[in-house]
Nanobody, 125 residues
Framework: QVRLVESGGGLVQAGGSLRLSCAAS????????MGWFRQAPGKEREFVAS????????YYPDSVKGRFTISRDNAKNTVFLQMNSLKPEDTAVYYC??????????????????WGQGTQVTVSS
C-alpha cells in the first residue's frame, strides 16, 4: 500500500505560478512512476504529467506542455508539479498518482495503482 498526500494548491491569478507537492509513504518510492491528473467540475479526470522512477523521462499532454514541469526527489519520497503561466482553464482538483513500473520511458498513464486525495487549484481571470 502506498499513501499519497498532496499539498500546495490554492488560489492564484491568471499568469501566476503554483508548485504542488506529493509526499509518498508505505513502499519503495523508486519502484513507481509518478504522475498528476486533474478534474474540473463536470469533467472527466485528465492526465497532466508523468515521470519515470528515475526522473529521466517525463511526459505531458499538449494542454500543459511548456507550462508545467514534473520532477521528483527519491531521497525525500516526493514528486512535484511546477505550474507556470496558469490559465483559468487549469482550475481543477489535482491528484497525485503512482504506477508500479520501473520502465525507463513513461507516457500518459492508462492505469493508476494509487491515488492521492487531491488538492484544489483555482485560477482567477
Amino acid at each position: 500500500q502506498v499513501r499519497l498526500v498532496e499539498s500546495g494548491g490554492g488560489l492564484v491569478q491568471a499568469g501566476g505560478s503554483l508548485r504542488l507537492s506529493c509526499a509518498a509513504s508505505g513502499r519503495i518510492f523508486s519502484n513507481y512512476a509518478m504522475g498528476w491528473f486533474r478534474q474540473a467540475p463536470g469533467k472527466e479526470r485528465e492526465f497532466v504529467a508523468s515521470i519515470s522512477w528515475s526522473g529521466g523521462s517525463t511526459y505531458y499532454p499538449d494542454s500543459v506542455k511548456g507550462r508545467f514541469t514534473i520532477s521528483r526527489d527519491n531521497a525525500k519520497n516526493t514528486v512535484f508539479l511546477q505550474m507556470n503561466s496558469l490559465k483559468p482553464e487549469d482550475t481543477a482538483v489535482y491528484y497525485c498518482a503512482a504506477v508500479t513500473t520501473t520502465a525507463q520511458i513513461v507516457g500518459a498513464f492508462r492505469r493508476v495503482d494509487y491515488w492521492g486525495q487531491g488538492t484544489q487549484v483555482t485560477v482567477s481571470s
